[in-house]
């Protein structure tokens, strides 16, 4: 193991800690309030927030319209307010992508840079504007970590960024509350989004991550065992509670010490990235199918998945019997919790394989680290997931 | 579950990490070096970081001698250095006890008030000069804390205090090469004090905190899994490493956000402020009898944690006799790795009973989240660890 562990973000969690705005905005700032739609003006979080603002005098501009997969369209709209108006703090409040597009803002409206360029390390920043978020869905974790993905509205390139110590949120506000009026199908993509992510760093390279192994695993598990508890009883604040703490814990850095293997992202990204379907349907489609895939290179730690995860013995079955049986389960468990399994449910062809190949290497000709994948093997996942 | 989470160490994990000091240090900075006693000379890593600071033109003033329970008077002449000699960087080279000793020399050397008054809280520091620390025994996790523990050799009280942000080190650098020469009864303290503050964050009052009981399950059964085979193969760098890793996550804040009971600690404090014996012999013999004692108040999680950890069935037992057997598992365990069990082994009688009550009580009346302890408390869980 060899890394270097850094998070300067404040997290507060728990009911009404909104209330450490007052403590984290300074009187009169100019803020720039990012959200999505509607869905915080229907909750009252918006005039909540907008009222806590007025009271410390604070100049408020808005970038709305935040879509699902963030648009660089969007980014560069946040920027110009930013260098306009001399905005001194954002305030994102919403789920992955708001906050995602925020960091960008943030990186993009202190430099003179084309923002792109940032995103796809060509150029380099050197300042940013805080920023603040306020989670209103559970899933990515980049309300703790410097992660972002956007996508290029002009050539569908959908890329994931960090650039440290610059993205890291300076405080974020966790209050399940604001969770419970998420929908069900939201809910459902956060929950797949939150596992595909432990996945991910399960299937790290390191020698030594025994510990790292079992805290996935107890996670993965975790996750798994609630989900249908909270898709039966979407109000329920402790299961919400229970959701936001364990995506908050799979992707704030402890896990990812002994690596992590993301090539299931990368794929899914050029999937979202041409399609525009949810992040969480495409890690579901892809997931149980880049399995599959790799077992057939590596079975080891998809055994051992198994293993530790659904208490499967091996008995007489070959390797590759096992790790599709793991596999299978999956994607049983996707089923069951009512998300799509094949690109086919999404309106996606074989005609677009190639193109989805493609652009599933924007910057570099490889990914993955468990298992490195060159274009002939991401075709084959892709065909698999059809 | 409701907390605050902010940790702004940089942690430089791996072999070789000590490079990153280039990075850290200013050229011409004034460095107080501090350390304990002759090891770090003997394994040549005192001679490395002097030829560094050297290179990068630093201005070096030592403190060693820096004790195995750190005390008041050793603090007070490092602050005396700091002030002295207008110290920029304190660099703390050892285990807990030169990194907690640095922490409130830290503080102290930019405060006016008494550095004593500090710790116990009766003053607020309101700066710090910047720490660095070289970590080479595993255990307390101070290196990604703000905690520290010092003993007032003037009235024997042992006092641990944690002032945010000052008393996080700014950086740490963990090699575990720099563990392979701690001798066997110093790896054996550092094996029971980690798994102890993962049992004392297992018993957290939160309600909704399966996920951190899971984290803290794999976490104790993974140390006891490791600690024969390290201590048959000390120089084992895998297994230094595989310790390293657990006893920083152990205590890093991310398991701690579901609350914690630190009963056992206080206790301990009592007996090693007075006695000065090891902070490790002191918890192996706390620990079970305050497990048997709490039993017959709250056996609860004592019967999770002996199912969870040590796949005991509680078949026809009664919950106390379950609790016991979980305890006496515990028991065994420290024997086998050859650390003490009783008091009387220390050399420590019931003569002494009444002072190490009082003595566990230096600020508050109350100790303990799980289940609260008072001084008729304390007096039987001493009773039974004599």
């Given at each position: 193991m060899n890394f270097e562990f850094y998070n300067p973000t404040k997290v507060y969690f728990g009911k009404?800690?909104?209330?450490v705005l007052k403590k984290e905005i300074m009187e009169g700032t100019k803020v720039l309030l990012t959200y999505g739609f509607s869905s915080i003006k229907k909750n009252g979080l918006y005039d909540e927030i907008i009222s806590m603002l007025k009271k410390l005098n604070c100049e408020i501009y808005e970038l709305s319209g935040i879509e699902p997969n963030p648009k660089l369209s969007s980014v560069k709209s946040g920027i110009k307010i930013c260098k306009d108006k001399n905005i001194e703090l954002i305030l994102a409040v919403g789920g992955g992508s708001v906050i995602d597009a925020s960091k960008a803002i943030s990186i993009g409206a202190k430099s003179d840079a084309d923002v792109w360029d940032l995103i796809i390390k060509r150029e380099t920043p050197t300042d940013r504007i805080p920023l603040g978020a306020i989670l209103t869905?559970?899933?990515?974790?980049t309300e703790m970590n410097p992660n972002s993905v956007i996508t290029?509205?002009?050539?569908n390139q959908k890329v994931g960024f960090a650039h440290r110590p610059f993205t890291f949120p300076v405080f974020s506000i966790l209050d399940p509350t604001y969770t419970i009026s998420v929908p069900r199908n939201q809910t459902v993509n956060g929950i797949v989004d939150t596992i595909s992510h432990l996945l991910e760093q399960y299937f790290?390279?390191?020698?030594?991550?025994e510990l790292v192994d079992r805290f996935c695993e107890s996670s993965i598990r975790y996750m798994m065992e609630i989900a249908p508890k909270l898709l039966n009883d979407l109000n329920n604040y402790e299961l919400r509670e229970a959701m936001m703490y364990t995506s908050f814990v799979g992707l704030n850095g402890t896990l990812s010490v002994a690596g992590g293997d993301w090539a299931t992202h990368e794929i899914e990204h050029s999937v979202s990235g041409i399609f525009d379907i949810p992040h969480g349907v495409g890690l579901a489609i892809i997931t149980p199918n880049w399995m599959e895939y790799v077992a057939t290179k590596k079975p080891d730690k998809i055994i051992k998945l198994g293993k530790k995860l659904f208490d499967f013995e091996q008995g007489g079955l070959r390797d590759i019997e096992f790790c599709h049986k793991v596999a299978n389960k999956f994607k049983e468990f996707f089923k069951s919790i009512g998300?799509?399994?094949?690109?086919k449910e999404c309106?996606?062809?074989?005609?677009s394989l190639e193109i989805l190949v493609e652009n599933t290497f924007p910057i570099n000709d490889k990914i993955g680290e468990y298992v490195e994948l060159v274009r002939d093997d991401v075709r084959e996942i892709l065909k698999k997931s059809m």
């Amino acid at each position: 193991m060899n890394f270097e562990f850094y998070n300067p973000t404040k997290v507060y969690f728990g009911k009404g800690k909104i209330e450490v705005l007052k403590k984290e905005i300074m009187e009169g700032t100019k803020v720039l309030l990012t959200y999505g739609f509607s869905s915080i003006k229907k909750n009252g979080l918006y005039d909540e927030i907008i009222s806590m603002l007025k009271k410390l005098n604070c100049e408020i501009y808005e970038l709305s319209g935040i879509e699902p997969n963030p648009k660089l369209s969007s980014v560069k709209s946040g920027i110009k307010i930013c260098k306009d108006k001399n905005i001194e703090l954002i305030l994102a409040v919403g789920g992955g992508s708001v906050i995602d597009a925020s960091k960008a803002i943030s990186i993009g409206a202190k430099s003179d840079a084309d923002v792109w360029d940032l995103i796809i390390k060509r150029e380099t920043p050197t300042d940013r504007i805080p920023l603040g978020a306020i989670l209103t869905l559970s899933a990515t974790g980049t309300e703790m970590n410097p992660n972002s993905v956007i996508t290029n509205d002009e050539n569908n390139q959908k890329v994931g960024f960090a650039h440290r110590p610059f993205t890291f949120p300076v405080f974020s506000i966790l209050d399940p509350t604001y969770t419970i009026s998420v929908p069900r199908n939201q809910t459902v993509n956060g929950i797949v989004d939150t596992i595909s992510h432990l996945l991910e760093q399960y299937f790290n390279a390191g020698e030594n991550g025994e510990l790292v192994d079992r805290f996935c695993e107890s996670s993965i598990r975790y996750m798994m065992e609630i989900a249908p508890k909270l898709l039966n009883d979407l109000n329920n604040y402790e299961l919400r509670e229970a959701m936001m703490y364990t995506s908050f814990v799979g992707l704030n850095g402890t896990l990812s010490v002994a690596g992590g293997d993301w090539a299931t992202h990368e794929i899914e990204h050029s999937v979202s990235g041409i399609f525009d379907i949810p992040h969480g349907v495409g890690l579901a489609i892809i997931t149980p199918n880049w399995m599959e895939y790799v077992a057939t290179k590596k079975p080891d730690k998809i055994i051992k998945l198994g293993k530790k995860l659904f208490d499967f013995e091996q008995g007489g079955l070959r390797d590759i019997e096992f790790c599709h049986k793991v596999a299978n389960k999956f994607k049983e468990f996707f089923k069951s919790i009512g998300i799509q399994t094949s690109l086919k449910e999404c309106g996606i062809t074989e005609d677009s394989l190639e193109i989805l190949v493609e652009n599933t290497f924007p910057i570099n000709d490889k990914i993955g680290e468990y298992v490195e994948l060159v274009r002939d093997d991401v075709r084959e996942i892709l065909k698999k997931s059809m």
